[in-house]
């Protein structure tokens, strides 16, 4: 089978259902946005092989997104793809491990900035990422019905990374790099 349609050589790509759309089109930049944050996670997630609860979880996640792209991809009058769609107890669960991954990094006492150790700089990565999708999610919302659990989804999960990168720095005894602003005048960096 052929990976290649030439379907999209003019610009356009087509949703679940069939409609053709441009491929710069919000729906198609929130779900690409979204697919993206997945490459990412499969990064994270090869670097953190060694943790298997963080690998597994990370795993579970890229399943989650696959099915949120999959949502996003279908626009609001065609009916859903047969999966299974994210709920409540998706957004629990990323609360429960944020809870866990910051009693695990401990008490954050100042602003940081993205790195410390490899691991965390590409989990730091994958959260503006994660992020950047949430925006591409919100303005696709101000144009067509999107599910709330969508936003909520991201949003959980760009704070699950942030506090991740800081237990993987506490795990592997690097120190989350603190910003300390800009020097003031006269002063040394």
């Known amino acids: 089978m052929k990976i290649y349609t030439r379907g999209g050589d003019k610009g356009e790509t087509s949703l679940f259902g069939g409609q053709r759309v441009s491929k710069t089109s919000p729906r198609v930049e929130a779900y690409g946005a979204v697919d993206e944050l ?12 060694a943790e298997d609860e963080w690998h597994r979880r990370l795993l ?13 991809a279908t626009p609001p009058h065609r ?14 669960k990323l609360e429960s491990w944020i809870d866990e991954a910051m009693e695990e990094a401990g008490e954050l006492k100042t ?33 067509e019905p999107v599910p709330l659990v969508v936003l909520a ?23 989350d790099v603190p910003w ?5 005048k006269g002063e040394n960096p």
């Not at 997945?38 to 670097?47: E, S």
């Not at 009916?79 to 629990?92: Q, T, V």
Request: glycine content about 10%; proline content about 5%.
């Open 38 to 49: 997945n490459a990412w996670l499969g990064i994270c997630a090869a670097y953190l092989k």
């Open 60 to 72: 579970e996640v890229q399943g989650d997104l696959f099915q949120m792209g999959a949502l996003l």
């Open 79 to 92: 009916e859903k793809p047969p999966a299974r769609g994210l709920d409540e107890e998706d957004i629990l």
């Open 111 to 143: 602003f940081i900035l993205p790195g410390g150790s490899p691991e965390a700089a590409f989990l730091h990565g994958a959260r503006t990422v994660c992020r950047r999708a949430e925006r591409e999610v919100v303005r696709l919302a101000g144009e």
């Open 153 to 175: 989804y991201l949003n959980r999960l760009s704070d699950w990374l942030f506090a991740l990168a800081r237990a993987v720095n506490r795990r592997r005894g690097v120190a």
């Open 180 to 184: 300390v602003g800009a020097p003031r």
